[in-house]
Structure formats: structure tokens, C-alpha cells
């Protein structure tokens, strides 16, 4: 009775080890297929630029054994770069802009050999641009808000030297008018200042060649200017010592608008203001009906000009 019992247990054991060994081969040598991102590093002769970045990702479709491709696909992180060199009699009679066609073949990649790529040979297209030597207009970019009651005075700054030579594709120097220093913060300053500041080597974000790489750029300043209006101030009259006549003016009150730093104008009261016309001791009473026309006057404290509306008045002179 026992040998029977052993027999079955000795072919069940065979029989389970020869699906362990079809289940290995099914998995090791069955097709698997799976999806591959390759970054192409281009290489241009020397005086050619590829535009706008000389790399390009493709995604490249992998067929193998399943085991081959699963580790082809965990090792992708370093298999990922193809480099492809772009061959000088290519781009020998290019003058400007051209776009190009590169393929990238089986022998291009560095997987096992037992993989086959379903998408290979692959066409990829490139704009490639001779590069070009050409003096711009250097200029900068102000950052920031100056200190209160000052703005930033574009007419007084200035940067030196006033053009740079720069070097890039020949495509965009074509269409670039300048190129600018990195940006200057100007926040809270009010004093004039002059510093270096590199330059930006870069054109449409596009990387030039640019000599020198750093100017001096002087940033000025202006004060901040405002206008204010006090609808209704008082007239007063400088009379002479002594005067024996009698006085007396058409208007009691004027408009006057006063100019200057806004931060003076900010706690400018009409009382600050003092309107007068001034008599002279000549003066005399006149014919009925006829009077001085005088030129009113205004005191502000300094730093402030002022407008009178309107700016003549009438003065009558008569007898006590």
C-alpha cells in the first residue's frame, strides 16, 4: 500500500517542478512589448546653432522577451540619451534658418539586441540657423518702487557702454533691436546711484554670446511733483507806512493752485499761503470809475510754486 502512495507523490512532485520550469520559460521568453523615452542630444558643426534647444525627446516602442524588456525598462534612466552629430557638409551652404531631418536608427540605442524597435527608423526634424556676429543697443529694466514722494527717472539714467557685440543665431539678431542688463531693484531708493550689473547672455531666452558680460548702469531719480488747489484764499494789502488814503479790492479771496514735491503739498494748508498786492505810496484816488489793475503775489514755503486765478485785481483808491 505504501508504494502506490509514494509513486503519486513522486509524480506530483515532477509535475510541479515542470510547471515552475514552463512558467520561467513562458515569462523569460515570452514577447512583451513596452513604451521608452529617449532624450536626442544633438551636436552642430562650429558657427551652427539648433534652435531652439539641441535636444528633442521621442518615445520609442520596445518588443522583446518580457524579463529583457522589464529590465530594459528599469535601466531606462541611464540608457535614455542618444547622440546624434550633425554632419558638417549638412549645413555647408546654410546662410540663415533651414530646418533639417536627422534619423535615428537601431544602431543609435544601446538596448539588447534581442530587442526590437517598432518605431525605428525614426525622422526627427530641427531648425538649425548659422550664427552671426552684430553690435545691440544695451538697456536695462528698473524693479521695484522708489522711496516715497521720489520716481524713477528714465530721461537721467543711463547704462554704458551704450552697445555690446553679441553673438547667436543669425535668425534672431535679425529681429532683436537690444539686449538688457539683469534687472536693477530699485525699491525704496532716492539717491542716484551707478554700479556694474552683468548682462543677460540671452534673447527670446534663446542663449547668445554677449561681450562685454557686464556694464555700468547709473539709475537717477526725480522728486514726485503734484498740483493742489485752495479754492478760497484770502487777499491782504502791503500798504505803505503812513498811507492816507482808502483802500479797496474787487475780490477778497483767489483760486490759487500750488505746485512742488508731493510730499510737501501733502501737509499744505491755506493757511501756509499769503496773497497780496502791493501798494505803492504813489498810488492815488482816481476819476470815478477808474481803478489800479494790480498783480496779486503769493508766499509758499520754499520749494513750491504757485498760480493765482484770476491773476489781476482791481484796486480802488479814494479819499478817507
Do not use: C
Not at 120 to 139: C, N, W, Y
Not at 202 to 224: G, L, R
Not at 299 to 314: Q, R
Amino acid at each position: 500500500m505504501k508504494t502506490p502512495i509514494l509513486s503519486h507523490l513522486a509524480t506530483g512532485l515532477m509535475a510541479l517542478i515542470l510547471a515552475v520550469i514552463l512558467w520561467i520559460f513562458a515569462y523569460t521568453e515570452n514577447l512583451s512589448d513596452a513604451k521608452v523615452t529617449y532624450r536626442v542630444q544633438f551636436t552642430a558643426p562650429q558657427g551652427i546653432r539648433i534652435m531652439p534647444s539641441d535636444s528633442k525627446t521621442v518615445e520609442v516602442a520596445v518588443r522583446g522577451p518580457r524579463r529583457i524588456v522589464e529590465n530594459f525598462r528599469a535601466q531606462q534612466s541611464v540608457q535614455q540619451l542618444i547622440k546624434k552629430k550633425i554632419e558638417p557638409e549638412t549645413v555647408a551652404d546654410l546662410v540663415g534658418d533651414r530646418s533639417i531631418t536627422v534619423p535615428v536608427t537601431r544602431e543609435d540605442t544601446n538596448g539588447d539586441k534581442r530587442l526590437t524597435f517598432l518605431n525605428l527608423p525614426l525622422s526627427i526634424t530641427i531648425d538649425v540657423s548659422r550664427e552671426e556676429t552684430k553690435q545691440l543697443r544695451l538697456d536695462f529694466m528698473p524693479e521695484g518702487t522708489p522711496a516715497p514722494g521720489y520716481i524713477f527717472s528714465r530721461e537721467r539714467s543711463f547704462v554704458r557702454p551704450v552697445t555690446v557685440k553679441v553673438t547667436g543665431p543669425k535668425s534672431l539678431l535679425d529681429k532683436a533691436t537690444a539686449v538688457y542688463t539683469k534687472p536693477i531693484d530699485i525699491s525704496g531708493l532716492y539717491q542716484s546711484f551707478q554700479w556694474p550689473v552683468p548682462i543677460v547672455a540671452s534673447i527670446d531666452n534663446q542663449p547668445v554670446a554677449v561681450e562685454p558680460s557686464t556694464a555700468q548702469v547709473y539709475v537717477a531719480f526725480d522728486v514726485k511733483t503734484a498740483t493742489k488747489t485752495f479754492p478760497e484764499v484770502p487777499v491782504k494789502l502791503l500798504v505803505p507806512p503812513s498811507y492816507p488814503y482808502k483802500l479797496t479790492l474787487n475780490r477778497a479771496t483767489v483760486s490759487v493752485t500750488v505746485s512742488g514735491p508731493e510730499q510737501a503739498l501733502a501737509t499744505l494748508q491755506a493757511t501756509d499761503i499769503i496773497v497780496a498786492v502791493p501798494v505803492e505810496a504813489t498810488d492815488r484816488p482816481q476819476a470815478e470809475g477808474l481803478r489800479y489793475v494790480r498783480l496779486p503775489k503769493a508766499w509758499l514755503p520754499p520749494g513750491l510754486t504757485a498760480k493765482i486765478e484770476p491773476d489781476n485785481l482791481e484796486l480802488t483808491v479814494s479819499a478817507e
